[in-house]
């Protein structure tokens, strides 16, 4: 008999970026790249508002089904934190320099 029970780990919310050229962008003039910054973030809030709403009815719906849904343990919660930093050092080494920037410039506060 298959386990009732799934870990809430949000693992399944949904997740999208664009990418934009960034010599493309400051060709544009002033307005424009405003324009286009303003559609990203009310993009952006309105993905995550939709990626929340779905992530509820997922697990409502499993819930409907007989599926408990508890949080993931703090063991679980950490061994997956180090199974990712592990896939991002080895993206990083294929990554090179471009790599390590993008990623010092994602960190940044």
């Known amino acids: 008999m298959a386990s009732r029970l799934r870990y ?5 919310l949904p997740k999208n970026a664009v ?5 493309a962008f400051n060709a544009l003039d002033a307005a ?15 993905g995550w508002k939709m990626s929340q709403e779905k992530n509820d009815w997922y697990k409502k719906a499993l819930a409907e089904k ?15 934190k180090q199974v990712g930093s592990i896939m ?6 294929k990554a090179g320099p471009d790599g ?3 990623l010092a410039a994602y960190r940044k506060p």
């Open 8 to 12: 809430d780990n949000q693992a399944w």
């Open 19 to 23: 990418i934009v050229n960034q010599a």
């Open 32 to 46: 424009t790249q405003q324009a286009v910054l303003k559609a990203a973030a009310d993009a952006e809030v309105r």
């Open 66 to 80: 007989g599926m408990k849904i508890v949080a993931p343990s703090p063991k679980l919660t950490d061994d997956l």
């Open 88 to 93: 991002l050092a080895d993206w990083e080494k």
């Open 100 to 102: 390590a920037a993008l």
